[in-house]
Nanobody, 113 residues
Framework: QVQLVESGGGLVQAGGSLRLSCAASASIFRFNPMGWYRQAPGKQREMVATITGGGSTNYADSVKGRFTISRDNAKNMVYLQMNSLKPEETAVYYC???????WGQGTQVTVSS
């Protein structure tokens, strides 16, 4: 069954913006903490941002002030607004349900210089 599906990735120029979306199955969303992670070629997967069911957020230092994670509990959706993107942020971005550990399939973000 489909549990987490990311969308919104694409190609953007440096300094541009993208908004990623993650549609979650109700069974794994349910006010549980959710997160966005990314994995660049040849690098380990890293946490980008997390959000609790109540909306408390946490960000990697490298994205603070530029990225915003949010959620819509009524729609079982998590979002990642990314501004001022940098070429080194080219990666596959993944949504994750933090309690169950379920991962989405990922969405590619490519930032050109």
């Amino acid at each position: 069954q489909v549990q987490l599906v990311e969308s919104g990735g694409g190609l953007v120029q440096a300094g541009g913006s993208l908004r990623l979306s993650c549609a979650a199955s109700a069974s794994i969303f349910r006010f549980n903490p959710m997160g966005w992670y990314r994995q660049a070629p040849g690098k380990q997967r890293e946490m980008v941002a997390t959000i609790t069911g109540g909306g408390s957020t946490n960000y990697a230092d490298s994205v603070k002030g530029r990225f915003t994670i949010s959620r819509d509990n009524a729609k079982n959706m998590v979002y990642l607004q990314m501004n001022s993107l940098k070429p080194e942020e080219t990666a596959v971005y993944y949504c994750r349900a933090l309690v169950s550990g379920v991962w989405g399939q990922g969405t590619q973000v490519t930032v050109s210089s």
